[in-house]
């Protein structure tokens, strides 16, 4: 064949497959992003991953740093699994996706161990328990297993931002509330002391934690009644 | 089948799979030891020196000036003889309780300020429930009295064992009290369990819910003993 001919024949086809691949930030890959952040809140609409948010909030700073832990096992952990989807055997399924969500944390908690060794202290189990962490076995199974390494990436990048989302919107109640302080500085100028204010002891309890979910779920559902039913 | 569901697949998956992460893992750890190991050291100093003196807003290198300014390293031997030539900060105190009592070699730091009044600061180390505990005790130079305490755990339970490190009432409770009675025996420190008990100079509250990590705690205490020869020769 000539060398006109197959390119004549060649061009429809490969303009087809153009068209048939998505840009890396197509608006359904951007929504597997901001998604999580609302509609579809780990925390606060498929309420999982609700006891670390309760333990690691009494300060902004650790709950910064677990938002960032999560968020990296998450996108790669997802990322992992969706590259491997296809060779995974059924049978070690859950065991593989569990020891590729292992190793990760151990990364994390070796790497903080080297670069933020105080936090690493205040952290120490926590950072243990994202491998129980339902937010991440949760979104390897219903998404990784059966979607493409970007949008499984993307996915895992969605649901830790989420999570992290309220994490710190819960740390930063207590923070305040509790302690008077946000991020280890002071806030709450010392004149509010003087005449009778108190910090609010309560907000150092997990207990308080639930509370302020609670109320987050409130305002969520409250704005979009669409939810009220979901779980 | 297909070639993913065989047996001989699943198998050879499995070791492959686990032989490679096993790889990277230990590849990172060994990358990031020294760091970790630089990071145990400066924590360690700051227990020692906290208990003596203030270390607020010191970075790492100002720490470590002020301790090898102000510390003095001393290394005993189980009959209380001082032992040239083996630093204290680089004993493996876990090491040494493994052996037998007479073979220990024990570390203790030595504090002096500037009216000439001296700190013993002493590491102990005991296990609590899930693994080991540690306290850093600073005694006055009679080897009795408590002036301060810093208590480190490896992984207690938040809100339970662990109060022995976060909770201030646990630790300040032990300032003022003595290893030592009135005769000069030695008596240790107990902990007793629970909160709101009657106190003597001997005695003090253990954490509510935590009975195992208390118990743990006594018997650290009890590990003074190691140092009575020393602090007895001190005395004559």
């Not at chain 1, 890396?24 to 901001?34: D, E, M, P």
Request: proline share 3%; aromatic share 10%; hydrophobic share 45%.
């Amino acid at each position: 064949m000539s060398d006109s001919q197959t390119s004549v024949a060649s061009a429809p086809i490969a303009q087809a497959k153009v068209q048939a691949k998505e840009a890396l930030f197509s608006k359904k890959n951007r929504r597997l992003v901001t998604d999580p952040l609302f509609e579809n809140n780990p925390i606060t609409v498929q309420v999982l991953g609700v006891c670390s948010a309760l333990a690691v909030t009494t300060q902004l700073r650790p709950a910064f740093v677990m938002t960032l832990s999560v968020i990296f096992v998450l996108a790669l952990s997802n990322l992992v699994t969706s590259l491997l989807r296809k060779t995974i055997p059924s049978r070690v399924r859950m065991i593989v996706q569990l020891t590729i969500i292992a190793s990760l944390v151990t990364i994390v908690d070796q790497f903080l161990r080297a670069f933020a060794y105080d936090v690493s202290l205040q952290l120490s189990v926590y950072i243990g328990l994202i491998i129980t962490n339902c937010i991440v076995m949760g979104r390897l199974e219903a998404f990784a297993m059966a979607n493409k390494p970007w949008k499984s990436f993307l996915d895992g990048v969605g649901n830790g931002l989420g999570y992290g989302a309220i994490l710190i919107a819960v740390a930063f109640f207590r923070e305040l509330l509790g302690a008077g302080k946000l991020f280890g500085v002071q806030v709450v100028p010392q004149f509010m002391y003087d005449i009778g204010y108190v910090d609010n002891g309560i907000m150092l309890t997990s207990a308080a934690a639930m509370f302020v979910i609670a109320v987050l779920i409130w305002i969520q559902r409250s704005r979009n009644p669409g939810l009220v039913d979901v779980s | 089948m297909s070639k993913v569901e065989t047996n001989s697949y699943t198998f050879g998956y499995a070791m492959v799979f686990t032989a490679t992460i096993a790889v990277i893992l230990a590849l990172v750890a060994t990358v990031m030891k020294p760091m970790q190991e630089q990071n145990r050291e400066h924590a360690k100093r700051v227990s020692i020196l906290s208990t003596v003196t203030g270390v607020d807003g010191a970075d790492k290198g100002e720490i470590q000036v002020m301790f090898d300014e102000k510390i003095e390293q001393i290394v005993i031997d189980a009959e209380g003889n001082i032992l040239e030539g083996v630093n204290a900060f680089d004993l493996d105190v876990a090491k040494e309780y493994k052996k037998d009592a007479p073979d220990r070699h024990l570390p203790l730091y030595l504090f002096e300020d500037v009216s000439g009044e001296k700190t013993y600061v002493i590491p102990l180390r005991g296990s609590g429930l899930w693994g080991w505990i540690s306290v850093f005790l600073a005694l006055e130079d009679d080897g009795s009295t408590i002036k301060a305490t810093v208590f480190e755990h490896e992984t207690e339970t938040p809100g339970l064992g662990a109060e022995i490190k976060d909770a201030p009432w646990f630790r300040e409770q032990f300032v003022g009290k003595k290893f030592f009675n009135a005769a000069g025996e030695y008596v240790s420190i107990d902990v007793l369990k629970g909160r709101g008990n009657s106190l003597t100079e001997h005695t003090v509250d253990g954490v509510s819910g935590s009975t195992i990590t208390s118990r743990g705690v006594a018997a650290m205490l009890q590990r003074l003993q190691g140092y009575e020869q020393y602090f007895n020769s001190l005395k004559s």
